[in-house]
């Protein structure tokens, strides 16, 4: 285990270029525990970016990385959102092809309504173009959305014709609470981890749930992917950075949940392989690991206290 953090040859003032974007880099330590909580090196990428695993809470952490303001500039690039794809874009053709964004925002909608009624209010943080939104909606669940980029949501207001706002959900005050809230892929990109749960648990009413879904570093590929890195066997991994600055598990979900009062309720994996059926070798090594939360993404619900 490292007994100090290195300091980076990195020039931490001056714009630097990822992943085709640019911004302003900062070192960081665990988000979920005290400064002075010792980090371990898993690995530092050729570009001098290191993987720190913190032993107290269990979650991995990217620094040095973006600053927030730099990162708000990358997600609201114009360049990297592919808008004409709605221009032609219908639900029904969405829901007849079937691809992946359907099947994935059908089951999280199924997922949803295992735990609340049909009618139950929603809200679903980092919405996009709102595709989970409208499967909701179609689904009984009366689902609004939120995300902080104005291209997206205006697309999804424009072409789906569904209630999203664009903004900060820290600054979202609704004169109504939900008895549900979604943080599909949001934590791994949010540098103030606490602070939007602890929003979200104030939004929820009493005895509502919390579902999200985050990269989980022990799923098999991911795993592999890390050991490889840390053997020097591979150099390109990079756990999504600059987009992703976290990696989470299990114990490091449930840490986080714990810490801002809530109660986990249940914990599966999902897979990019996941399919509306068991057939193919694929889908049925998909279920398997969805089973032994060994796929690229866990799903956390917990309760906000009745
Ligand atoms: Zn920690």
Known sequence: MLKCR???????????KFGGFEGILEETTCPLCPPEAIPRLL??????????????????????????ESLSEIYENKDSINSSFYEEWSYDTWKSNKDRSYIVSYQKVMLVKEFLPEGSRVLDVGCATGLFVLEALKHGLRCEGIDPSSILTEIGQKTLKIPLHSGSIGEFSPRYQFKGIMLWDVLEHIPDLM?????????????GFLFLQVPNYKGVSDSCKMYMCRLGL??????????????????????????????????ESWSHFLKDNNEGILSRAAMLFKRFCLSDYITCIAKKAA
């Open 6 to 16: 290195k300091r980076f040859d990195i020039d931490m003032g001056k714009p630097v």
């Open 195 to 207: 602070h939007i749960i602890k929003k979200c648990h104030d939004l929820l009413e009493p005895g």
């Open 43 to 68: 690995f530092k990428g050729p570009d001098k970016i290191g993987f720190y695993h913190c032993s107290n809470c269990n979650i991995i952490y990217v620094s040095p990385r973006f600053r927030k």
């Open 234 to 267: 591979k150099r390109s991994f990079n756990f999504g950075f600059p987009w992703h600055i976290y990696a989470f598990d299990r114990r490091s979900l449930s840490y986080l949940m714990k810490a801002s009062k809530f109660s986990p309720v249940r914990f």
